[in-house]
């Protein structure tokens, strides 16, 4: 069975996010000003508002400005994923207090993970006043696995989105037309359950790919 230096299963993690309630608050005027060219209130005014909600679906991405609507993970021996939502901050805070219990002193396997999942469940526990320990997130000396860094040779070559890769190595996971950009609209509309597919889907597609890299399996788990 896989181990990794603290004699534990590794955990496969993957979030999805959505912008924080507020994040228009935190936008630079200067981003969402109309050219100053322009003259005419009502254009102007048309574009600040679409210019401000293009700003505010980015917010998703940036680890000070979104939240974590869902949260999935497995050990490296599991069958299925267990995926969190967090409809609220507080189900945010009772999934990230769970993460860090079932993380405990274990390592991770993710894709981008190293970019985004973990910077922003740290993040998330400190806005949240979470207990948890700093996290090594260094690409060359982290122990967690970030399958993008490793096959962009930490990012010497191009990143590719992880289902570009299940599609070329020709993985057999769920198929999934979701993708983290839909997020937000998916929160709008209350479909938790679909959110919850994605990101299960993630899950799973990351720990097939990571068998396909050739980290071995054994009795389900990775060598």
Known sequence: ????GHGAQRIIVDIETAPIADAARYLD??????PANW????KIAAYCVEKQAELVSKAALDL?????VALGYMAEDDSEATVLLCKDEQMEYDALTTWWTVLDERSTIGYNSLGFDLPIIQRRSLYLGIDAPILNLDKYRSPHIDLQQWLSLNG???YRKL???AKRFGLDVPKD???GKDIGAMVTA?????????????VMTTRALAVRMGLGVQQGAFV
Not at 1 to 4: D, I, K, L, T
Not at 39 to 42: A, G, I, M, R, T
Not at 192 to 201: E, K, L, S, T, V
């Open 1 to 4: 069975m896989g181990m990794n």
């Open 29 to 34: 005027p200067s981003d969402i000003a109309a």
């Open 39 to 42: 003259k005419d209130p009502e």
């Open 64 to 68: 000070d400005l979104c939240r974590i």
């Open 156 to 158: 010497t070559k191009t």
């Open 163 to 165: 289902g570009w890769y």
């Open 177 to 179: 037309d979701t993708s």
């Open 190 to 202: 209350g479909n938790w359950n679909g959110i919850a597919a994605h990101c299960r889907a993630d």
